[in-house]
């Protein structure tokens, strides 16, 4: 590779990122809306989390006496941990340079970093709520991430990689083929996926209710800047795992060369699946209330098991040929 | 079956336990019948009265001259029954109700804190209404305590309320409130849990204190009705419609026939009006926003129906002694009766998705069981009760005017849990359309306020009415000038509340503010 596109290669990388934390908002206000309508209501427009986030970079930031270090340097780390984690996700072109550290276990790394800073937030500043949110959400994480890393090696098994861009590369090679395996990995990830964002039926993102809460829970204390690093960050989660589910499953579409068409037609065939995938939450979300908190575990272990079989199917059907 | 068929063989019993009544009144506070006792046998009367199978209503004292007046309130067969005694304002001790009656712990506590009342063999001597707004030896509602208060500057705030503790390895107490994240009333909640699952719930309330029964004090009847207008805002007509009955009833005076009607229509459509909120409430507390938005545009349509044919949203301010201050003309009834029929069809469709809907049967079904045996014991009345097998509706069992010339069908589930008290909900607006259809179809003419004479001596009354958390109790007394003496109004929340503390145990914490709306006790209307 050459060093002009290999700088060109940085810099669409840089700006892939920049897209991707612009646009996170953009995604969690759309799913708002649409839920909005799907309740007969007008909704705020989907542009509101950008308005919200705006307003709460312009506030004050209060700190709780009780609180530690910890609860300061939270927000920049569960921001700049996500942030990382959503750089490693092929989003417009698969052949970045950033591709070579790409890798989905660094990814869950990065999450599981985010996660246990924002669980230590929670209980840093001693109320009650926090140390309820926090310990929810290591109980639902720690079922969660074995069925997102069982789910992942099955991709790895037939990509012969855990590198992400490298396994969309090779679904796109390999056609549009209906795998049995990636059907299961597919089905355990979205489980997944409704679990980590805090998504209707695991956790509530619109209620008021401070005993049910998970991730609410923990950011509970939070405000100004630090709220909103907070807010933007579950943003991000929520886009990065849609954008997992589409590009890794789906990738058609996603530009192989940095050409400005192909960028082009990236983008849109991106927003067309993510709107997709936005109306499927939307209406799942509308017709299902929560679960009760300890039917959470039951939810995972099926996403889990769903990966399994993801796996053995793989083993059993795929890996001859 | 005729009215206290059963009240003699109860008089046998008191006798049998020496239990001496002093005097008997079928009059002065009829419907119900007055009994006086001693202060003596104020506990051994209670132990009579809850082995016959009493359910205890309501306990309210007055500071008279040398001593003071205590009142309790028991029904049986639908029958109202007054006990009534006289301790020493110097030395004002009585027997406690509350080890044969539980339901009657609060109210006992109330009048502790507010006429220093000691109940000797109280299980529980905590304060309950009082908290540091006025002195450890002041109590509000003594004579010699004025009505505007001292002058004290801010209330401190109350850190101090001596909860009980539970302890063993992992137990963790949670405090909630007073202030909540939504809108909603100020009161504490102190949960006991070992990881999710609450071992004990305790509420502390108290915090929307507003003195009413002081400043009811040398009201007209006209401010006493709109005083309790105010007691709980969304049981406006309810209480308004108890104190009018109270104050009619004390004095004699007979509201005309259409004005008993109307007020009927208006405390149904409180009930329709709340009933459409707390369903869609209890889904969004389990993350089921769709049927929060239909119910609440169903109930914003009501409102404003109500709005624009009575002058006020929540009715409040429509009931006056004597009648009603609003006519209903012809062609509002017609109107009336197609927002009916509108209505039932919308819920019809809505119905059928709730009853239809596995993972909300999964949050509802067998969650915040009350048993039939608690219920009864606290003397659950409304939702709450009648979900647990308790039929108290006295619509039905003690009709008042005008329900004596309608059929009130109760209804009655046996489970007990938060889906229960949401079908009894789902029930009552469809069983308060019909009777809103009857109601404007017998309607009949005239006027709709008589004129409120008062007979220029001392007199009491008692109004019951069945507001929709259920069964309302007023006592109003007016001195010879007819301004008033006493005022005890008595919200059904006394006894949801503590309902909600049994519900609430075992169940896990995320499935309190569920359990809590399925109740949705008045912070107001107890806290007085």
């Known amino acids: ?321 | 079956m005729s009215r206290f068929d059963w009240l003699s063989e109860l008089l046998a019993r008191f006798e049998d336990e020496h239990i001496l009544v002093r005097r008997g009144w079928a009059r002065r506070l009829a419907p119900a019948h007055l009994l006086q006792i001693d202060a003596e046998d104020w506990g051994k009367a209670a132990a009579e009265a809850a082995t016959f199978g009493c359910r205890w209503a309501g306990l309210w004292g007055e500071h008279l001259e040398e001593e003071i007046q205590v009142n309790a309130c028991l029904v049986f067969k639908g029958d109202y029954l007054v006990l009534r005694t006289e301790v020493p304002a110097g030395e004002p001790l009585l027997p406690s109700h509350t080890p044969h009656f539980p339901g009657a712990d609060r109210l006992e506590r109330h009048a502790q804190d507010l006429l220093g009342l000691a109940f000797g063999d109280h299980p529980d001597e905590r304060r309950w209404t009082r908290h540091l707004a006025w002195q450890e030896d002041e109590y509000p509602l003594r004579r010699d305590f004025p009505v505007q208060g001292h002058a004290g500057g801010e209330t401190p705030p109350d850190g101090e309320y001596p909860f009980r503790a539970v302890l063993g390895s992992g137990v963790y107490e949670i405090p909630v409130g007073p202030v909540h994240a939504g809108i909603i009333e100020p009161g504490h909640f102190r949960f006991s849990a070992v990881g999710e699952r609450v071992i004990r719930l305790e509420q502390h309330l108290g915090y929307v204190h507003k003195g009413i029964e002081k400043i009811a004090v040398g009201r007209d009847a006209e401010g006493v009705v709109r005083l309790a207008g105010r007691i709980s805002g969304d049981s406006t007509v309810a209480h308004a419609w108890a104190a009018c009955q109270a104050l009619e009833r004390a004095c004699g005076v007979q509201p005309p026939e259409r004005a008993d009607f109307l007020r009927a229509l208006f405390c149904e459509r409180e009930r329709v009006a709340n009933h459409l909120g707390d369903i869609g409430a209890i889904c969004n507390d389990v993350g089921f926003a769709f049927a929060l938005q239909q119910f609440h545009r169903l109930r914003e349509i009501w409102s404003r129906r109500s709005g624009e044919r009575f002058g006020h949203r929540m009715m409040m301010d429509r009931l006056v002694p004597g009648g009603v201050a609003v006519d209903l003309d012809r062609g509002a009834a017609e109107t009336l009766r197609t927002d009916h029929q509108a209505l039932r069809t919308e819920l019809e469709r809505l119905y059928d998705i709730l009853t239809d809907h596995p993972s909300l049967e999964d949050r509802l079904l067998g969650t915040g069981r009350l048993s039939a045996e608690t219920a009864r014991a606290l003397g659950c009345t409304g939702y709450v009760g009648k979900a647990s097998g308790q039929p108290c509706d006295i619509r039905h069992h003690s009709p008042y005017a005008p329900y004596q010339r309608l059929e009130v069908r109760p209804a009655v589930r046996e489970e007990g849990d938060v889906m229960a008290r949401m079908q009894v909900r789902m029930e009552e607006i469809l069983e308060s359309l019909r009777l809103m259809d009857e109601l404007l179809a017998l309607l009949p003419g005239g006027e709709v306020r008589a004129p409120f004479h008062h007979p220029g001596k001392a007199c009491e009354g008692l109004g019951m009415v069945d507001g929709w958390r259920g069964e309302i109790l007023t006592y109003v007394r007016l001195d010879a000038e007819g301004r008033l003496a006493h005022f005890f109004p008595r919200d059904p929340s006394w006894f949801t509340w503590p309902a909600l503390e049994r519900i609430q145990l075992g169940n896990i914490v995320p499935d309190f503010p569920v359990c809590n709306k399925s109740v949705n006790g008045s912070y107001s209307g107890g806290d007085l």
Do not use: C
């Not at chain 1, 984690?85 to 990814?107: E, F, G, H, N, R």
């Not at chain 1, 246990?116 to 290591?138: C, I, K, Q, V």
């Not at chain 1, 790895?156 to 083929?177: D, P, Q, R």
């Not at chain 1, 192909?262 to 065939?269: C, E, H």
């Open chain 1, 1 to 321: 590779m050459s060093t002009l596109s290999n700088f060109s290669g940085w810099l669409l990388a840089l700006f892939q990122l920049a897209l991707f934390a612009m646009a996170a908002p953009l995604l969690a206000g759309w799913i708002k809306w649409l839920k909005a309508r799907l309740q007969n209501r007008r909704g705020s427009s989907p542009l509101q989390p950008y308005r919200d986030l705006h307003k709460l970079f312009g506030k004050e930031v209060l700190v709780a006496e009780t609180a530690s270090a910890v609860f300061r340097a939270a927000p920049y780390i569960v921001f700049g941990a996500t942030l990382l984690a959503a750089a490693s996700l092929p989003l417009l072109t698969v052949k970045l340079p950033t591709a070579a550290i790409a890798d989905m276990i660094v990814m869950v790394g990065f999450l599981a970093l985010a996660r246990f800073f924002l669980a230590l937030a929670g209980m840093d500043t001693g109320s009650a709520f926090g140390g309820m949110g926090a310990s929810r959400e290591m109980l639902v994480s720690a079922l969660a991430e074995p069925a997102m890393l069982m789910a992942i090696f099955t991709l790895a098994m037939s990509a012969h990689s855990t590198n992400l861009s490298s396994i969309s590369s090779w679904v796109l090679n390999e056609g549009a083929i209906l795998r049995p395996s990636f059907m299961f990995a597919l089905l355990g990830l979205a489980l997944v996926a409704v679990a980590e964002t805090g998504r209707i039926p695991v956790d509530n993102p619109d209620t008021h209710l401070e005993l049910t809460m998970i991730h609410e829970a923990m950011i509970l204390e939070y405000s100004g800047r630090h709220l909103a690093l907070m807010e933007w960050a579950a943003q991000l989660k929520l886009l990065l795992y849609g954008v997992l589910v589409v590009n890794v499953f789906f990738p058609w579409g996603i530009a192989e060369s940095f050409a400005p068409g192909a960028l082009a037609l990236g983008l849109a065939a991106l927003t067309a699946k993510l709107l997709l995938l936005s109306m499927i939450l939307a209406v799942s979300e509308t017709v299902l209330a929560k679960m009760r908190l300890f039917r959470a575990p039951q939810f995972l272990n099926l996403a889990f098991l769903l990966a399994v079989l993801g796996l053995l199917s793989f083993v059993i059907l795929e890996s001859g040929t």
